[in-house]
Antibody, heavy 120, light 107 residues
Framework: EVQLLESGGGLAQPGGSLRLSCVAS????????MNWVRQAPGKGLEWVAG????????DFADSVKGRFTISRDNSENTLYLQMNSLKVEDTALYYC?????????????WGQGTLVTVSS | DIQMTQSPSTLSASVGDRVTITCRAS??????LAWYQQKPGKAPNLLIY???TLESGVPSRFSGSGSGTEFTLTISSLQPDDFATYYC?????????FGQGAKLEIK
């Protein structure tokens, strides 16, 4: 059974930083691309960032480019999202999402999310 | 960026009804489209990919069609478990954009 368990959310001040983690199990982590998708309270879904199976490919939404970094540790089956220079509009539930292939396909499994609140 | 527009945004229907949700892309995405269902307080769940391929385990009352810029999700006979919000998403070009969602409510 595929499981994606996010952690690291919480309250941060504008301009601050947070690091999200996602531990994956139930599939061969190193052969699939992974993503972060967020959902602001009461709003729709926004893809944030993706990383290929081997870290050679990384991509970001314009809204977070230059502020967020995505990485992975295939030996630990873990995905990360380093969020710097946080803004109030980054407040959202952040989902760890498995891609169906090695890069840029549809999303077949989602974690339950970790909540990030940016407020002074 | 490719804009994805769903219609209607809200739909009221009854158990047993046939329901169709439309998703339009601002430019051609071939058939690189997925549909997701989200229930309150839960993560989205994949229903359909490549515009018309049903994900394993998804009931056959769900179907998808379309290519290019216009797509539809059809539920042939609504069940109580189907009242949720539905999102389309294109994975043709980054950023991989979602529609704004279509909330299916009980009439």
């Amino acid at each position: 059974e595929v499981q994606l368990l996010e952690s690291g959310g919480g309250l941060a001040q504008p301009g601050g930083s947070l690091r999200l983690s996602c531990v994956a199990s139930g599939f061969t982590f190193k052969t699939f691309a992974m993503n972060w998708v967020r959902q602001a309270p009461g709003k729709g879904l926004e893809w944030v960032a993706g990383i290929g199976e081997s870290e050679d490919n990384r991509d970001f939404a314009d809204s977070v480019k230059g502020r967020f970094t995505i990485s992975r540790d295939n030996s630990e089956n873990t995905l990360y999202l380093q969020m710097n220079s946080l803004k109030v509009e980054d407040t959202a539930l952040y989902y760890c999402v498995k891609d169906s292939g090695p890069w840029a396909t549809y999303f077949d499994y989602w974690g339950q999310g970790t909540l990030v609140t940016v407020s002074s | 960026d490719i804009q994805m527009t769903q219609s209607p945004s809200t739909l009221s229907a009854s158990v047993g009804d046939r329901v169709t949700i439309t998703c339009r892309a601002s430019q051609s995405i071939n058939n690189w489209l997925a549909w997701y269902q989200q229930k309150p307080g839960k993560a989205p769940n994949l229903l359909i990919y490549k515009a018309s391929t049903l994900e394993s385990g998804v009931p056959s009352r769900f179907s998808g069609s379309g290519s290019g810029t216009e797509f539809t999700l059809t539920i042939s006979s609504l069940q109580p478990d189907d009242f949720a919000t539905y999102y389309c998403q294109q994975y043709h070009t980054s950023p991989y954009t979602f529609g704004q969602g279509a909330k299916l409510e009980i009439k």
